[in-house]
């Protein structure tokens, strides 16, 4: 692949890529901040993402994919719009974790690691995120609630399906 002529990225990420390479001294710790990126702009890490991102830093692919499955926030399937992260670890669960977790699930209608039909929500259980303070906590995309409450979990997807409804974004609403 040519990737001056070939990319699965828009200018602005390839920029950004080609940019990030050259920051750092070794080029495989650009690893991690490319597949975040990536997976921002594409929604996962396809095939064809861990392909030319390998080959963008000179690494194997299975060497990529060794590094992405340790971490939870990189996915190798699709997710839905707004991927809704629930911890279940110690703090959270002690602080009733779970309740807030089954209330998502009875909300969207899907089981853990599903996707709402119109492609909106994902959801899943996640190791901790470093809110314990303030258990039981979630995050969604890049957003964190905290100090939830099972009665707060429909207020909170009305507010992100309003979000997806005002950017279009929504298959069959
Ligand atoms: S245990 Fe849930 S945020 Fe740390």
């Known amino acids: 692949m040519n990737l001056e002529t070939m990319t699965l990225f828009s200018p602005q990420l390839a920029a950004r890529f080609d940019a990030l390479v050259k920051k750092y001294p070794l080029k495989r710790s650009a690893l991690i901040p490319m597949l975040l990126y990536a997976q921002d702009e594409i929604g996962y890490l396809s095939d064809a993402v861990v392909a030319e991102v390998a080959e963008r830093i000179g690494i194997t692919e299975l060497e990529v994919r060794n590094v992405a499955t340790y ?96 950017e279009g974004k929504v298959a069959h609403a």
């Not at 997710?79 to 279940?88: D, F, L, M, R, S």
């Not at 703090?91 to 899907?110: H, K, N, P, T």
């Not at 039909?117 to 039981?136: K, N, Y």
Request: glycine share 10%.
């Open 71 to 166: 971490y939870s926030m990189l996915r190798f399937k699709p997710a839905g719009k707004y991927n809704v992260q629930v911890c279940t670890n110690i703090s959270c669960m002690l602080r009733g974790a779970y309740d807030v977790y089954e209330r998502f699930q009875e909300e969207l209608g899907i089981g853990p690691k599903g996707v709402t039909a119109d492609g909106v929500f994902s959801l899943e259980e996640v190791e901790c995120i470093g809110a314990c303070c303030w258990a039981p906590a979630i995050q969604v995309n890049y957003d964190f609630h905290d100090e939830l409450k099972p009665e707060l979990v429909p207020g909170i997807l009305a507010g992100y399906r309003g979000k997806a409804k005002a």
